[in-house]
């Protein structure tokens, strides 16, 4: 199947600090979304990003499909950013599998 | 509008102990999804139902079997458990018949088989 590979894999933050989160991805993608896991456990969708740049208040992401990655901006960050991030990708051949990869975790200090 | 519902939360089986996984979805998509979160992992696709009366095996299929009630409710169901099979456990919906459509995932069920 098609590999993910996020970076960096653990990463804390003073409160306030911005972010560059990373997705690499070793096949084109119909599909690209990035996750939150809070400290419950809980998914939370951020973004559906096959292609382009979107932003949502703090929180912004661009997928370069050609070049095989994703970026997750987090700017302004605060306490309740912390968790993992997940990028997942469908690859355009094959079952109907979003692959994700391990996860950046993100611990934002007060 | 709950989204995707699971139940139970929690879970302890002994091994060789039988359990089915609840999911409904209320948002009317065609889609339905079972994925496994190992510790320090990404979740990995267990069983899917591209539409009501479908279902494909996805990565991890071994020791689950599954079943798509309607379109709202998709099942997992674990015949005789094993330790390998403590994991959290995920549902998920979409809109569409094809993983090109953006997934929504509930809660998940936290199983520990003993």
């Known amino acids: 199947g098609i590999q993910v590979e996020q970076s960096p894999p653990d990463l804390i933050l003073q409160e306030g600090a911005n972010s560059t989160l990373r997705c690499n991805f070793s096949?084109?993608?119909?599909?690209l979304q990035w996750f939150h896991q809070n400290p419950w456990g809980q998914l939370i969708n951020l973004f559906y990003?096959?292609?382009g740049t979107k932003q949502n208040g703090r929180l912004s992401a661009t997928t370069v499909a050609t070049e095989r990655y994703s970026l997750l901006y987090i700017s302004s960050s605060q306490t309740t950013d912390s968790g993992v991030y997940f990028c997942a990708v469908v690859s355009p051949t094959g079952a109907n599998n979003l692959f994700f990869g391990t996860g950046t975790r993100l611990t934002v200090i007060p | 509008n709950a989204g995707v519902t699971q139940t139970p939360k929690f879970q302890v089986l002994k091994t060789g102990q039988s359990m089915t996984l609840q999911c409904a979805q209320d948002m009317n998509h065609n889609s339905m999804y079972w994925y496994r979160q190992d510790p320090g992992m990404g979740l990995r696709l267990i069983y899917y139902s591209a539409s009501e009366g479908t279902t494909d095996k996805g990565e991890v299929p071994n020791g689950y079997n599954v079943s798509r009630l309607n379109k709202r409710e998709f099942s997992l169901r674990l015949e005789s458990a094993a330790p390998s099979q403590t994991s959290v456990y995920f549902c998920?919906?979409?809109?569409?018949?094809?993983?090109?459509?953006?997934?929504?995932f509930g809660p998940g069920t936290r199983l520990t088989v003993t």
């Open positions: 990003i096959p292609s």
């Open positions: 998920a919906s979409s809109e569409g018949d094809r993983a090109t459509y953006e997934q929504y």
């Open positions: 096949d084109s993608v119909n599909n």
